[in-house]
């Protein structure tokens, strides 16, 4: 593994070892015991969105690893003004040991790594988002024990997270279903590698993908990027929900996941996002574990 750029890029072996190294990390930093492995490591983090679990975490990840991170803003960032990536990436690659990146284009994560000499970590496009997924599938085994015989339902938009969740679901052994308006499918080679590859069901019909699920994952019905498709992505995610009624379909101790930030209303009520919010925080919180162990691997 000399980058993550997107899940597609790892083999099944390679998520494993970097889920058990996260559940390692979890256990001693429960146990109050820490190991500086990246110390006089710098990691340059570039934020073209908004963040509050990924940049905190991937913050303090470095900071316990024994290493530093840097917040770099595309606001203060020459690349915000127009500076080619081919050379912020070989710029870069100069000063620091590793850069994570959260930006609009898959293509411009793939050129950083291209051009500069150093890993690069991807903390979402808006094609795909590694990082969560990782946590997703450290938390989804912690509660189930393992992947084996699971199913995964993904309600609303073909978004980011729907394209790593499928592969994630798929690599990892799970089957996966997706309930999407028309017009709001995922990527169209990630589906036809999914069919090929796994059990992968696309329906327009919520409790058709929920039947008998054993994790249900909704996101945002309107991503970062898309604040202006609002009202109209509103009217057509209608009904584009988990819900009480659609828990009732998937298996009774079915666990509801969320990458966060939710709407409650929208993709999820209130009330089945309280009852679950053990684990949605969970979730949240494995992100720093499995960032740690994604750190560890590049850049140790
Ligand atoms: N889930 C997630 O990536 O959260 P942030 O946008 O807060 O980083
Ligand atoms: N699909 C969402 C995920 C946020 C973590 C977005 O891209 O805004």
Known sequence: MKHLLKLMDLTREEILSVLNLADQL???????????????????????????????SFEVGMYELGGYALFLS???????????VEDTARVLSRYLDGIMIRT?????????????SIPVINGLTD??????????????RERKGSFKGLKM??????????NSLMVGAIKTGMSFAIACPKGFEPDAALMAWAKENGSFLITEDVAEAARDADVLYT???ASMGQEEERAARSRAFAGYQINESLMRVA???AIVLHCLPAHRGEEITADVFEAHADEIFEEAENRLHA??????KLLK
């Open 153 to 162: 339902c993904f309600v609303g938009d073909g978004n980011n997270m729907a």
């Open 291 to 296: 960032q740690k162990a994604v750190l560890c």
């Open 74 to 84: 595309n606001r203060d960032l020459q690349i915000g003004r127009g500076e080619p």
């Open 127 to 140: 094609y795909c988002h590694p990082c969560q997924v990782l946590a997703d599938l450290m938390t989804i």
């Open 219 to 221: 996101d945002v019905w």
């Open 251 to 253: 298996k009774p101790d």
């Open 104 to 116: 609009f284009a898959q293509q411009e994560v793939e050129d950083l790594a291209r051009y500069g």
């Open 26 to 56: 979890k256990f001693e930093r429960k146990n109050g015991k820490r190991s500086d492995v990246l110390a006089g490591k710098k990691l340059g983090m570039i934020f073209q969105k908004s963040s509050t679990r990924t940049r905190v």
